[in-house]
């Protein structure tokens, strides 16, 4: 072997500066790689800090009134008092009445559109059930402020609680003004029923074939397959998007600010007025007087972080483990 | 045999009656949004004119005005969120599909879920206590911050996604000409997955483009016209909150025409978003 | 014949202007080469010499590992994660495994055609013939001399007659027998040395496999080419000697016409006789 040909890589880098533009392209590389993952720890960084800046904020709110903060309602910024216990009520009970009056509606329609729709259909429904989650939540309040209030006051109220005589439950019971914790929750309905019902949708075009032939072939009506064989296998993933619209729920700030009432008081009425945690905090942050108060608004969105974060991480486990 | 029978019928009916249900559930579902539409374009349209594209807000009492500075104050707001969600977005998402399966990945895949999941409000008084408290007052920089944040989650999971789908040979290809990594990754492989990026990012902006939790305590409102990043800067969807719950009639017919309008560019970025997913797999175009 | 093949150094312009050595000398050097996918030994101590300016054909079952071997010889191999190589591989006495050596640099003078035709659906013709040379050259060649090695790759390519009025159209458009000579002239336009094909065929049609296999034929008067193949017939036509690979081990190299009519191995002549595979 002669030596000019030892030499091609040699010579070649020699010559047109080969090595120089190599050793660049090295460096490309560690420049890069060193950005992608950059950016892509900008992600749990973001989540840290968003948990050391509202927690060391609320920290002293939560420190001062101890675990009873969770618990209290005496509400009195002005003697510095604070209690966050009608909120995170009001943010309970309004998501819960958002899941029970959406759960069904979701299922219904992803049952409709992965086993019932003529194909023509499927596109169009499905396309139309996402838009809800395209529209802003304030546009939903002022959907909800100027028509769903009015329709609620009368003629949907004095029926519940009159007509229907549900206001010996007590869930129905008290003046009819309009905002109240079921307006929120109805709102939150709407809000959520694209989520649920997209995660079932993709869960149940997911199950085989094969399951739902299985029904059929041993004779079974197309809803015994569907109550069968369908919903088991499709279970988890969709209480997984169940539990994806409850996060959305407990944090919807907007619509319910605006229909909720916003009144610091737990009562048992769902006409009464209440508050949620998000809108405790859209209503009184900017108002805020004083350190201590800023502090309790701060150890809310805490509280509000962990639990959206729990759920969200809930849900996210069982929506993965179908795929 | 009679009981057969019975069960049978019996079971055909239970079928029908369920099957109706379904699609009286698919109904009800979509009627909201058929219900919201309509009111959308019934009250809204009325109050749209020249003047509520150009005009600025007037106070309560005086005739006209309109949305002019709440306009140009989501599309900088939008700008300013893209500035910031865009290129962390797409960096991440590149990470996720590069290092599919490592922990890492799979961690921040993860975190960016739950971060996607978070109140906004939780973003808004985050961005407050970060960005504004600390300047001491309101400013679109914060608010598009704010947005911009709320951008990272959905737009790394598009990027992941439609990186996911560029074939691995096309990179390899690129490799085995002497590309370096980099390069095979930027010049070859996000620019196939280019078309898919735009629409999520769209899709992205056109969710963020509505909020406004985030801004209430970020980019705040201004009822002046101002273009100034360090300043309070008007947004629709605050101009509509603050229309909707005042008292004024007048006020409420803007708030109409503002949601009607938002609602218009959220559609008209969605319907972009379509077309270029449509063009997704069809030809490269040359140069 | 000397004269002959200086001018066609001459022509590859990155090798230098010295007369090679004799047709038999290696251009390429594998001694004892093992592969690994995970813990899946995928080549198992291969040692090879791989002729200048000859074809060279790789033959064996699917999951003999013949394209593992192949994709390390330029370095290939490690791209994929939890890969891994060892031994050397030699190109003009170099080990191109060596500490210091570039993966990319070897991979620009080692090019590589893949299965599938794999043209870059961004770009136009024009610029996929002259991608790889976007990244070689320091700063932007000229439009002119990008235009001058288009043109050369894709005459060398046979595909210069049915693409020369339509360079900026996407490259997507053209049939898949023209996108795999698209992507053999975008390998060429960088003058490589050595140009490896893992069965460049496999996904073609007969017609546009023939243009591709006479391709093979016609450019291997100038450069040294490695060709995977599952398909004997092609292995007998085009190459002038054969590797026969088997459970990641080279079972036997020899020239063509003697692999496919007295091999010396049992295993190889049950193998092209069809007794499996």
Redesign the interface.
Known sequence: ??L??????????ED???T????G??I??R???G??????????F??L??AW??GS?GWPALHKFGFGFLTSSDGDPVQGEFGAAPAIYGTIVSSIIALVLAT??????S???S???PRWLRQP?GF??D??A??????????G???LLPVLRDPVMPFLRDTLHLDKTGLFSGPAYGPSMLAAGIILA?MV?PYI?SVSREVLLAVPRSQREAALALGA????S??GAVLPYARSGIVGGII?GL??A?????AVT?LIGNRPEIAASLFAPGYTM?SL??NE??EASSDAHLSA??AV?FV??LI??I???I??WLVWRVR | MAGVARTLKR??I??AV??A??????V???L??I??FL??LK?GIGSLSWDFFTKMPKPVGEAGGGLANAISGTLILIGLASAVGL??????G???A??KGSK??N??R?????????????????A???LVRPVGHFSALAGGAALG?MM??MV?RTTEEMVGIVPVALGEAALALGY????T??AIVLRTASAGIVTGALVAI??I?????PL??TA?GNQFWSLSLRQPIAAL?LQ??SY??SPYDSW?SL??AG?LV??AL??II?LIARVATRSRFSTGGGD | MATERAVAADDVS???A?P??DSP?PRMRVDSLDAWFGSVHAVKGVNMHVRDRRVTAIIGPSGCGKSTFLRCLNRMHETVPTARVEGEVE????DIYARG??A???R??IGMVFQRPTPFPTMSIRDNVAAGLRAL??GRPSRTKIDEVVERALVRAALWDEVKDRLSTSATGLSGGQQQRLCIARALATDP?VLLLDEPTASLDPISAQAVEELVYELRSDMTIVIVTHNMQQAARVSDSTAFFLHGELVEMDETNRIFTTPADERTEAYITGRFG
């Open positions: 072997m002669t000019p040909e030892r030499a091609i890589i040699a010579t070649r880098q047109d500066g080969v120089l533009r190599i050793q392209a090295a490309g590389d420049v890069y790689s950005a992608i993952t950059f950016f892509a720890l900008c992600i749990p973001l989540l800090a968003i800046e509202i904020a069904p509606l979701a299922i219904g329609v049952l409709f559109l086993e019932l729709a429904v139309l059930v838009l809800l395209a529209i802003p939540s304030v546009v939903y309040g002022l959907w402020i100027f028509v709407i029923l019902a009506t197309r809803w015994e569907i109550w994806l996060g959305r407990l944090g919807e700030t907007m605006m998000a905090l859209a942050f900017s608004l701060m969105g509000l972080f959206t974060v759920v969200n991480a849900a996210r | 079971r055909r239970v079928n369920m099957l249900v379904f699609v009286g559930a698919a009800l579902a979509v909201p949004l219900f919201i009111h959308l009250l290129p962390i977005g797409v960096g991440a590149l990470f996720l590069e290092q890492l990945a961690g921040v993860f975190l960016s879920d739950v971060l996607n999941g978070l109140p906004s409000i939780v973003m808004g008084i985050f407050w206590q970060f944040a990272i989650p790394a370096p990594r980099w390069r990754s930027l056109a969710r483009a509505g909020e406004t939790a209430l305590f705040f969807p509509i909150f909707a719950i409420h708030a109409w949601a938002l609602i959220i559609f969605s | 990155l090798v230098s010295t090679v050595a000398a190109l003009d006495g170099r050596v570039n990319i640099a070897v620009r003078h050259e320091s040395t």
